[in-house]
Nanobody
């Protein structure tokens, strides 16, 4: 069974930073693309960033230049460094992995940007 677990959310002031982590098994970590999405109350789930096993990275336009996705090979985590946070970044952030046509999601971690 594929499991992904997010951590690192919290409350931060505008302009602040947070680092999220997504943990999964070693096999999943090295073989499949992993992504971050987010969902704010009353809104559709939104793509944030993705990283492939080969290291190809893509970001949504809304976070490009502020967020950085990376892989920690020692910890089997995909991390999302979020800088210069804005109130509109407030959402539940979810980790996603696609394995053999099936999608697997974590439970999400809440990020709130407010003064």
């Amino acid at each position: 069974q594929v499991q992904v677990v997010e951590s690192g959310g919290g409350l931060v002031q505008p302009g602040g930073a947070l680092r999220l982590s997504c943990t999964t098994s070693r096999t999943i970590f090295i073989m499949y693309p992993m992504s971050w999405y987010r969902q704010a109350p009353g809104k559709q789930r939104e793509f944030v960033a993705t990283i492939t096993p080969g290291g190809t990275i893509n970001y949504s336009d809304s976070v490009k230049g502020r967020f950085t996705i990376s892989k920690d090979h020692a910890k089997n985590t995909v991390d999302l460094q979020m800088n210069n946070l804005r109130p509109e970044d407030t959402a539940a952030y979810l980790c996603n992995v696609r394995v053999a046509g099936a999608e697997y999601w974590g439970q999400g971690t809440q990020v709130t940007v407010s003064s």
